[in-house]
């Protein structure tokens, strides 16, 4: 980030409306709706210059994954506490690939990758110096994505809060970093509270997206990327960095779009086969220069839903999975 961009006055943060009436919405969907299969250049760079809440988001995902695991386990389970849970989990993951998918433009959003990385656990617990790693090459290769998925990129990160001295009070409230989940959210444990009734959730789980319209937006966007890249790099007349800004918010509108293909389970053979080939237009990006995370981020996402769906209880037929080019 730049002096000349540190100058400027931000644009406004986007809200995301994840509610209609009772229903819960796609957080993903409700940042992008606005934005058809052939937006102007001016709708994209508005797009990209838009400042989603990703601390709010980066919350809202540990909080509903908390929640799913109070549904699952609670003395009085609901009849279909399985599927309410699973519906928490699905919208905590279209949370996480939000949040890993925006560019670290601010030190907000690096506070919100890094607190929800730590949240998540991809980094694994500090080891004595004797440890000999003994994990295999599919839990090893899973921690990787997720360590590129949550990657800040090269911005420098400055140091957590300082230490407490010797005369500061207030000690159980001190700042263990800049942005912690940990005193974000209520405790862990007890009974569920559901802010949004248990019909509501189901409804979501049983939803989802046009597998084939998001194939779609995905083949667009990067075609319509790739085309303001190449205009910004051959362009003279000072164009460029507009050109440039609204190819970045094309490029993210392809990965949150192959993000929700991954995260939404195929109830039909139809949907799988779209999936399929979203994971093919992916695995294609590998030889462009796209930045790795988004390519780590529809990894990661195949990995973790891959559970959500079981809980689902999907059959083994139905269980998306990829050959992908190991990139990451």
């Not at 400042?51 to 995902?61: D, G, I, V």
């Not at 990894?299 to 209880?313: F, K, N, P, S, T």
Request: net charge negative; charged share 25%; proline share 7%.
């Amino acid at each position: 980030m730049s002096n000349k961009d540190q100058g400027r006055l931000p644009p406004p943060a986007t809200n995301l409306t994840l509610r209609e009436g009772e229903r819960f919405r796609d957080p993903i969907e409700a940042l992008t709706s606005g934005i058809g299969n052939d937006p102007a250049l001016g709708e994209l760079i508005a797009f990209r210059q838009s400042q989603p809440n990703l601390k709010e988001a980066a919350r809202m995902s540990r909080q509903l994954d908390h929640e799913a695991h109070r549904v699952a386990y609670a003395d009085a389970r609901h009849p279909e506490a399985n599927t309410i849970a699973a519906s928490m989990e699905l919208a905590a993951l279209l949370f996480d690939s939000l949040v890993c998918a925006w560019p670290a433009d601010t030190l907000d959003e690096v506070d919100a990758k890094l607190a929800l990385a730590d949240g998540r656990g991809p980094f694994g617990t500090d080891q004595e110096a004797d440890y000999v790693a003994s994990l295999d090459s599919k839990t090893a290769r899973r921690i990787r994505v997720m360590r590129a998925a949550f990657h800040v990129g090269e911005l420098s990160v400055p140091p957590a809060p300082p230490a407490p001295g010797p005369d500061d009070r207030n000690l159980s409230a001190w700042p263990r970093s800049r942005y912690d989940l940990r005193d974000a959210l209520p405790i862990r444990g007890g009974q569920p509270i559901l802010e949004i009734t248990p019909e509501a959730w189901i409804a979501f789980a049983r939803s989802g997206p046009s597998f084939s319209h998001l194939r779609e937006r995905v083949v667009t966007m990067f075609t319509t990327a790739e085309r303001l890249f190449d205009l910004a790099r051959s362009n003279v007349d000072g164009a460029s960095r507009e050109l440039r800004i609204g190819g970045e918010g094309a490029q993210i509108l392809a990965y949150l779009s192959a993000c929700q293909a991954m995260i939404w389970p195929a109830r039909f053979k139809a949907d799988l086969d779209e999936k399929r080939a979203v994971a093919r237009i992916i695995n294609d990006r590998t030889c462009r220069p796209d930045p790795l995370h988004m390519q780590a981020i529809v990894r990661h996402m195949v990995d973790e839903a891959i559970w959500v769906h079981r809980r689902l209880g999907l059959h083994d037929q139905a269980l998306f999975t990829s050959d992908w080019i190991e990139i990451v």
